[in-house]
Nanobody, 121 residues
Framework: VQLVESGGGLVQAGGSLRLSCAAS????????MAWYRQAPGKQRELVAL????????NYEDSVKGRFTISRDNAKNTMYLQMNNLKPEDTAVYYC???????????????WGQGTQVTVSS
């Protein structure tokens, strides 16, 4: 499985971006999916996740009410709509997919290459 992110860029504070994560290959093996981010000098953190069954979602506290995660299984694509962006949202955003025995965040799960999001004040 290959995961390819797109949609990152430079935006002013208060602006919006929509990230996409397109999956290809053996996509039938994908379970839950998530977006992670990593800012310079910080550890990678979970931003939002969406389950494969039922589409339940969960968000990191600082993005609740501003970010929305969704997935279109027919298109094998996951999205992250980011509104009211803040400078502290600046990071590289990674798409992650669980499969088999490897849950979200596992180094043996599927990961994209990352897309840079920069929010200027």
């Amino acid at each position: 499985v290959q995961l390819v992110e797109s949609g990152g860029g430079l935006v002013q504070a208060g602006g919006s971006l929509r990230l996409s994560c397109a999956a290809s290959g053996s996509t039938f093996s994908i379970n839950d999916m998530a977006w992670y981010r990593q800012a310079p000098g910080k550890q990678r953190e979970l931003v939002a996740l969406i389950t494969s069954v039922g589409g339940s979602t969960n968000y990191e506290d600082s993005v609740k009410g501003r970010f929305t995660i969704s997935r279109d299984n027919a298109k094998n694509t996951m999205y992250l709509q980011m509104n009211n962006l803040k400078p502290e949202d600046t990071a590289v955003y990674y798409c992650n997919a669980a499969w088999g025995d490897y849950g979200l965040g596992s180094g043996l799960g599927y990961w994209g290459q990352g897309t840079q999001v920069t929010v200027s004040s």
